[in-house]
């Protein structure tokens, strides 16, 4: 989108006459010549383009080759043998599936992840819409200073929260006798993940969001007030129809955020509610050898996020921009 | 015509207020409203941010372990912080992987963004979504897939770099080579982020002012100059903001790939945080540690804030 617009300059004709001969000498070299001397300009950028995105997923389509490879060729020979002498099997899947350590199995590590990160999208997505609009479009003392407040909590980073969190779980709060929070056991409940994550992506969404809603136009919301509608009913009928996109793309940031989190996981999924990425993490630590698994499982984890970016894509690059641009 | 002119307006404006009474009467029942759309938020911010930052700040200032009664030491643990052997090398550390975290990304992404932009390039839709698979990979997923990649005995770098008659051994048991080796990991998976927002700064570039500058007889690096860098100011800006926040918080592909090691080379400060919180749960220690890497970011962020801002002024 170009912010120029182009302005009719007084010329004379003689320079009006060049400049028309001009423009369609650059319209013809625009048809035949210059698209052949494009395509011959093009190919070097376009080998070097091919070539980084081909080393940029070498990584990864290693893991993918190796596996559905033997276990013994994989601990024996590199992936890429495999590519003149293809010989496949599902094995390591469903030995992976069942392997895990102690308490929890990577099946069910995959449920967990899911169980996290439904309700860690959902919750702070809720949260942030209700304020943003309170920000954007109701009157109170003292909003400045308080969206100021909230905006600023973007900086902490999550790394610095994570201690006092903890102790918070497990202590509570009490003012005098009376407890306001008791604190959450720390096994076997995945509430402490589900607020960790929240606290961490609310000040960003809230911001977001908040950009978002205060861009509608305000004739939509006066003519709705004219009409009689509360700011309930200007939310519900109104905002959340029209802010559809913002919410979306944010989801799915936040969505891909939690799947990914390994930090979170570390500290606050104990035991049996432990998600993919940490149990994925424990076994390369404790079993670095064992790669039949670990290709596996690495790839029982991508899955999900694949899904979710390749059938959300559009959303998802512009919830990365409305990020940067507005920021 | 100077640059500035055709800067696309995208301040953040306030959309203001609403006028006069609307139909919600009644200052109670207004009061209700605000309380419904903010509480949740506040009342959630308030507990579990507000409340936990304010008593890590009390904590650092005492010996709290998890176990028994904690005791006022004043500035002790601030003092260990500063003179500790290992936490200075976990300072060292960071800065380190900072330091080659992001210029490497933000330049790379700078650069492949230019690439993508440019109308030669066929399939750029294509080689986006491509280069962008890695940034929705799990860092701790990433980690794995390139241990694997540079494993000795199969991995396929040891396998060329052989072939040229070199021998690396394990680069993530070399007290030199592991800390570049995680930093590539991390370049690997998240520049492509970077990218696609230079890549949003690129196309707010009117292509007018190329086409003129081409007339005037500029060069590809004189427009990339005077043109490209000027106009991407704010964006680039923004990237080296969060490319450098994201490098102090290095963890996962550390915690993953060498646990810190070998010999410290890759213990950086959200790993000591990790350590001393909670696995020797230190709790007074590690909050003290947490605050500094809090005014360290809070720096950072004012310092580019004001860079930017100024800039900015100056192309004006």
């Keep these: 989108m170009s912010a120029v617009q182009p302005i009719d300059l007084p010329v004379d004709p003689s320079t009006k006459k060049q400049l028309r001969s001009g423009e369609r000498e650059l319209e013809r070299e625009e048809r035949p010549a210059k698209r052949v001397k494009r395509r011959l300009t093009s190919r070097g950028a376009t080998v070097a383009a091919l070539i980084i995105a081909i080393v940029w997923t070498i990584p990864t389509f290693g893991l993918f080759i190796s596996s559905f490879r033997d276990r013994n060729d994989i601990q024996t020979t590199g992936w890429w043998t495999s590519i003149f002498n293809p010989s496949f099997t599902l094995d390591n899947y469903a030995e992976v599936l069942q392997s895990g350590n102690s308490s929890v199995t990577i099946a069910s590590s995959f449920v967990n992840s899911i169980a996290i990160t439904i309700p860690a999208t959902l919750i702070p997505l809720c949260i942030a819409a209700l304020a943003a609009y309170a920000f954007a479009w109701i009157d109170f003392k003292g909003k400045d200073w308080l969206f100021i407040g909230v905006f600023a909590l973007q900086i902490v980073p999550i790394q610095m929260a994570l201690v006092p969190l903890l102790s918070l779980f497990s202590r509570g709060v009490a003012v005098g006798d009376d407890w306001i929070f008791s604190g959450i056991p720390s096994s076997g409940t995945f509430s402490q993940v589900w607020i960790a994550h929240t606290i961490f992506a609310l000040p960003l969404a809230i911001f977001l969001l908040h950009n978002f809603v205060s861009e509608i136009p305000r004739e939509v919301i006066e003519a709705a007030r004219v009409d009689g509608a509360g700011h309930g009913q200007i939310f519900f009928r109104i905002i959340l129809p029209l802010t559809m996109p913002a919410l979306a793309s944010f989801a799915i940031f936040q969505f891909l955020w939690v799947w990914n989190d390994l930090l979170v996981a570390l500290i606050f999924a104990d035991g049996a509610v432990a998600p993919i990425t940490k149990l994925l993490a424990e076994i390369t630590g404790s079993r670095g050898q064992d790669w039949y698994l670990l290709t596996a499982g690495a790839f029982v984890a991508i899955v999900v996020p694949l899904i979710v970016f390749f059938a959300l894509q559009r959303f998802f690059v512009r919830g990365l921009l409305a990020g940067s641009t507005k920021g | ?316």
């Design chain 2, 1 to 316: 015509m100077t640059a500035s002119d055709t800067r696309p307006a995208r301040r953040y404006r306030p959309p203001g207020q609403l006028g006069g009474r609307g139909p919600i009467g009644g200052q109670a029942k207004r009061r209700l409203t605000i309380a419904g759309f903010l509480l949740p938020a506040l009342a959630i911010l308030v507990l579990f941010v507000f409340w936990p930052m304010l008593s890590a700040l009390r904590l650092s200032f005492t010996d709290a372990s998890g176990f028994g009664q904690e005791e006022f030491i004043g500035l002790d643990n601030y003092v260990e912080v500063f003179s500790d052997p290992n936490i200075l090398r976990a300072m060292g550390n960071t800065v380190l992987y900072t330091v080659m975290f992001t210029p490497l990304a933000v330049i790379l992404a700078l650069v492949l963004a230019m690439a993508l932009n440019s109308p030669r390039l066929p399939l750029r839709g294509m080689f986006r979504t491509w280069l962008f698979l890695p940034f929705i990979v799990s860092l701790a997923v990433a980690a794995f897939a390139w241990q694997y990649l540079l494993d000795p005995q199969v991995g396929l770098v040891n396998y060329w770099l052989q072939t040229f008659g070199i021998r690396i051994g394990n680069v993530l048991q070399d007290p030199v080579l592991a800390m570049p080796t995680v930093v590539v990991v991390a370049v690997w998976k998240n520049f492509a982020f970077y990218m696609i927002v230079f890549l949003a700064g690129l196309q707010d570039i009117p292509s007018s002012l190329y086409e003129a500058a081409k007339m005037d007889g500029a060069g590809p690096w004189s427009r990339f100059r005077n043109i490209t860098l000027p106009l991407l100011n704010n964006t680039t800006g923004f990237v080296l903001i969060i490319a450098t926040i994201a490098a102090l918080q290095a963890f996962d592909q550390i915690y993953v790939m060498t646990g810190g090691g070998p010999y410290r080379s890759t213990q950086t400060v959200v790993m000591q945080i990790y350590q001393s919180g909670f696995k020797d749960l230190e709790l007074g220690f590690a909050s003290a540690l947490s605050y500094v890497l809090l005014v360290a970011t809070l720096i950072l962020s004012l310092v580019q804030f004001f860079f930017t801002g100024r800039r900015e002024k100056d192309t004006a």
